[in-house]
């Protein structure tokens, strides 16, 4: 260990790990899960026309990727009316996240975000040495009032929020950011985080000018687009912030399949509407699976459904290593008072069948 | 531009990219390149059983791929007889680069590399705040003995050195890496980049213990495995350091396809052995274009030949010119009096004739 020279600030760092991933406990379970449900994937899968753009790429993969992301970019350009300049693509929305931060951020720097929101943002801003403030949620929801009053306290670099929020499901209807941007101090930018923004009611997404530099928005092609293991996330904001991330970017981080994939993916919006028709219907199924059970199904804009139990964190944490036992993955919120339930991501029927036959004798077990 | 408020590092960083991709002199020509020669991919492609795995992979993309990546890092601590926690892997050498770089270069940090090495790790440096001093070449080759004495001098924290040399093609045997590695004074780690590995003759890897604190070498699936766009590199090192990486790494960076690939890829040892005789053959034919033209092919231990033209930098900056304007994509080595070269890498026969008909042409428009 002697020999190790980190800087004061790396030395510092904890090498945890913000998730665990499934295939870790499928490892010491000894076993695959029978159903995976834990990491808001898309049992549904990517188009057609993607996976087969990507199995065509993989022919191809002996050439890096454009690094400029010509194609990609201006796609997604034509999709949100905006221009290429206004286009960030990274390698997921965590890779983005740990970007913005690195630009944003130097030791001491102020960041606001809501306690129990998604983990990886302060993972990254810890690892800058940035200061993380904490807002609770208001009932299941976060809560923008609350976090504008504390950004307009701290003054902080960054303020985070995701609509619709992991790991509660809620949403707040696009006035709503509205009215939450124009209240931000000037100091302030807001991380909009819309990975599940696919799978929201209409109305969800906030009007907001591409050239807004209030707000960096961040989008992924994990979740309804079904794409998680390719790994491409984007953000839209203001070109010269856009320009930024080629500071320090990995300019050849950008696969080639993960290009071509992203490109069909995003061409077919068909398949994205009947995604979304299909996690409509696991939604429902999962809220009667959880009345059935005497638990509630929080209302869902997203491809999961959080379930409170009724009880307390040590009874779902319970009630879920029993349904890990069972050869279910799911996840639950972190802390209090939303550990009180579940998060089970929409599956297929199959994995459906399980979960319903698995949930009544975990919650026995646990009780 | 005045909301942008970016850390003092992060705006005193220029928005450069240090490579200009093919793609974007594609797309100034107006026409794809006719022979892709610049940018020492494998035209051989990657083992059709790699090809096959990331098909598969790509139908099973909505799941994350593996973050701690067992068997991947299984497969590899088997094949270098290490253990996988001596292991870590990356969005290619880039990649791994800036996760280094991060963890031990604070501002005012020193590092040493050669004038005219690899641009992507200044990149990285200059990102993090560090200090580069850079030695000459000694001829053709970086300067072990000169690295060695620039470090106990300055006591930098990273000494960098590509064994096989990129751009000039050339190596060392690896007993005089070793005599590097133990002439470092302690205060150095030295970053030995073996990308182009596969493709050297034997004896030129050195013996390093994987335990060894003084040493982290740095492996790729682009290049010898012909999987440049796939971003699979993966370093060797001992585990403290390894581990530290988990403190600020994209922990789900590593996609399902990209794991896939590397893993299949590994496994078929006799496509590398086939890549070799090929590359062995094309530079061959590449030094025989080379004499064909008056030019002169330096010695190569990588999948690229090196081409000294025997005039200044101006002259192979006109012919590299003139070789683009023909739909020939090369590059050349961006100092003096390393920039009297072209290099070029090894292609299938369709390219290198295309390369064979048009550098007596673009010679002649130089001249």
């Excluded at 665990?20 to 808001?40: C, D, I, K, W, Y």
């Excluded at 790991?167 to 006035?175: E, K, N, V």
């Excluded at 709503?176 to 009611?201: C, G, K, Q």
């Excluded at 009724?310 to 319970?318: I, P």
């Amino acid at each position: 260990m002697t020999a190790l020279r980190l800087t004061p600030l790396a030395a510092s760092l904890p090498s945890t790990v913000p998730f665990v991933g499934p295939e870790t406990q499928e490892r010491s379970l000894g076993r695959p899960f029978r159903a995976r449900l834990g990491a808001n994937e898309s049992l549904f899968g990517p188009s057609p026309h993607a996976i087969a753009a990507m199995a065509k790429a993989a022919t191809e993969v002996w050439m890096y990727g454009d690094p400029e992301l010509f194609e990609l970019k201006a796609a997604l350009a034509a999709h949100h009316a905006c221009r290429p300049d206004h286009i960030v693509v990274g390698e997921g929305i965590d890779g983005l996240l740990g970007y913005l931060t690195r630009l944003m951020i130097a030791p001491g720097d102020k960041v606001v975000t809501s306690l129990g929101a998604y983990p990886t943002f302060p993972f990254h801003v810890a690892g800058f040495g940035g200061e993380i403030i904490r807002v609770p949620y208001k009932g299941d929801h976060e809560d923008p009032e609350a976090l504008v009053a504390c950004a307009r306290a701290h003054r902080p670099k960054l303020v985070y929020l995701a609509n619709p929020d992991n790991p509660m499901g809620s949403h707040h209807a696009g006035p709503v950011i509205e009215a939450m941007v124009a209240a931000l101090p000037p100091e302030s930018l807001l991380i909009l985080d819309e990975a599940y923004i696919d799978l929201a009611p209409p109305g969800t997404a906030p009007m907001i000018a591409p050239d807004d530099p209030r707000v960096i928005r961040f989008r992924t092609f994990s979740k309804g687009y079904g794409m998680a293991g390719l790994r491409v996330g984007y953000a839209i904001c203001a070109p010269d912030l856009a320009r930024a991330f080629d500071k320090i970017r990995n300019h050849f981080g950008m696969g080639r399949i993960a290009q071509a994939g992203a490109l069909a993916a995003l061409a077919d919006q068909d398949w994205l509407a009947k995604v979304r028709a299909g996690v409509a219907e696991g939604r429902d199924r999962l809220a009667a699976i959880a009345r059935a059970n005497g638990a509630t199904a929080l209302p869902s804009a997203t491809n999961f459904v959080t379930m409170d139990l009724g009880r307390d964190g040590d009874f779902a944490r319970a009630t879920l290593r029993e349904l890990t036992g069972l050869g279910v993955f799911v996840r639950m919120p972190g802390v209090a008072p939303l550990d009180r339930c579940l998060r089970v991501s929409v599956g297929d029927k199959a994995a459906l069948d399980i979960f319903e036959d698995c949930l009544p004798r975990a919650l026995q077990a646990a009780r």
